[in-house]
């Protein structure tokens, strides 16, 4: 694709042409918050290295949620080793829903892989520091070098999963009992409960989609994490990131991805651009009804698939 490429353009044509798609979706409900959302918001942002374009609702804040799975993931990799995170978490994608509780019983005793919630709040309990505030101050940090701003956490989100996040807590205890949870329940459950509430929007994610892209790399040039912690998480996020919806968007879409119930996901066209879509209509599998749509739309036009 050259430079005289309209992009802001095609974003807004791709938009208009899949927001309608809001109609086959629903908000996430199951936690209170998350239902105030709006179905018929959607916004697109695509990192080029000829900088950010942006189409929509691409600037209105909605909480990381599942998205942060691949920071905390990150941070982990970073500061405990390859070796720390599989030995809590394997590395098989799973036909089961992101919060299911039915294969954590299996042969191996630890969660399929870190994307579900049961291996992401294993992944937490890795992440080290003396207190929450200190271990979320980790994954924050990390989120800030890449961003170059603050990141704040929507608290009224927090504390609406924090009240009712019963499976989560289910998944967290039964992980403590076979050995799977690192350290006290409440805490590692307070800090996944902080990290899924952080708020970004579809810039700040096409700009974590680019620092993936780059293999770690700074908008300054400078490494952030090792290229070898980014390329376990593109895997994770090629093989995990959209659940059990992963399959088709590998045939669909083709590139590594991560959603959240808020409903964004985060794309990575490795050594390309990062692309982000947002639109809280979600499929029975808990992605963006609009989000695949859109990038469904942009894979073909711009070439994306890695396959
Ligand atoms: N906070 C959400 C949960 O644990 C994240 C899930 C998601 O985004 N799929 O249920």
Redesign the pocket.
Known sequence: MNSVFDYSGFLEETLQESRKHAERGQVAS??PELKKADPRMAGVALMTPQGLFEAGDSRVDFTL???SKVISLLVALEQRGVEAVFSKVGSEPTGDS??SIVKLETSEQKPLNPMI?AGAIAVCSLIPGSSVEDRFARIADLLEKILGRPVEVDESVYKS?KET?H??RALAYFLKDINGLEGDVEEVLDL??RQ?SILVNCADLARIGMFLATKGIGDDGTPIVSAKAVRLASAFMVTCGM?NGSGEFAIQVGIPAK????GGILGVVPGQYGVATFGPALDRK?NSVVGISMLRRLSEVLDFSIF
Do not use: H, K
Not at 259 to 262: F, K, T
């Open positions: 199951y936690i949620q599942s998205i992101f919060n919630n999963e996040g499976r989560n996944y409960f899924c659940y959603s959240g119930v808020s808990g």
